[in-house]
Nanobody, 118 residues
Framework: QVQLVESGGGLVQPGGSLRLSCVAS????????VNWYRQTPGNERELVAG????????NVADSVKGRFTISRDKDRNTVYLQMNRLRPEDTAVYYC???????????WGQGTPVTVSS
């Protein structure tokens, strides 16, 4: 079965850290563009970070620059989002999306909630 599964979310105090994982099963994630998005109630999904295929170029949104990092582990078929110095405004459900270049249909995970609060 082809799927993406996110994990690692939870409750953390401001200034804390979390590492989110996006594990692919049923396919090899390395040839895919992988993006992390986040969404809060009533708002559209916001692109947070992206990783080109095969561990190429990565980028993050200005709102998280210097705090979040995206990385891959090919052997674990996993893409991570390391989130440091978390702020209350980072509270959201975080989703990963995998898109194969030249293919129209991406895979989405089910999301993992992150709450930053004291």
């Amino acid at each position: 079965q082809v799927q993406l599964v996110e994990s690692g979310g939870g409750l953390v105090q401001p200034g804390g850290s979390l590492r989110l994982s996006c594990v692919a099963s049923g396919f090899a994630i390395n040839p895919y563009i992988v993006n992390w998005y986040r969404q809060t109630p009533g708002n559209e999904r916001e692109l947070v970070a992206g990783s080109a295929p095969f561990g190429g170029v990565t980028n993050v949104a200005d709102s998280v620059k210097g705090r979040f990092t995206i990385s891959r582990d090919k052997d674990r078929n996993t893409v991570y989002l390391q989130m440091n110095r978390l702020r209350p405004e980072d509270t959201a459900v975080y989703y990963c999306k995998a898109t194969r270049p030249g293919h129209p249909c991406p895979f989405w995970g089910q999301g993992t909630p992150v709450t930053v609060s004291s």
